[in-house]
């Protein structure tokens, strides 16, 4: 059993950033792909941004030039970083994994908001 543990959400500004992290209960390098997906109330789940082994990196429309995502292998940890942000942002933020089959985070709350 694979657990992802997400951290570094909360409550801020518009045009503020945040750091979201997501740690791995086992090597990260046995995923094919990594990502950070997120869901807004009474929205749809969607991807926000993914990264493959060989560090492939893929946004949504919507937070290209702003978002970045990340991997520390050696941490056995996923990173988001979230710039410039948007109410539009506010969400929960869920880390996912793929291998064999998929693997989910429990959330970390994203609110932006002045």
């Known amino acids: 059993q694979v657990q992802l543990v997400e951290s570094g959400g909360g409550l801020v500004q518009p045009g503020g950033s945040l750091r979201l992290s997501c740690a791995a209960s086992r090597s990260i390098f046995s995923f094919n792909n990594m990502g950070w997906y997120r869901q807004a109330p009474g929205k749809e789940r969607e991807l926000v941004a993914s990264?493959?082994?060989?560090?492939?990196?893929m946004y949504a429309d919507s937070v290209k030039g702003r978002f970045t995502i990340s991997r520390d292998d050696a941490k056995n940890t996923v990173y988001l970083q979230m710039n410039s942000l948007k109410p539009e942002d506010t969400a929960v933020y869920y880390c996912?994994?793929?291998?064999?089959?998929?693997?989910w985070g429990q959330g970390t709350q994203v609110t932006v908001s002045s």
């Open positions: 990264i493959s082994n060989s560090r492939n990196t």
């Open positions: 996912h994994a793929y291998s064999y089959g998929d693997f």
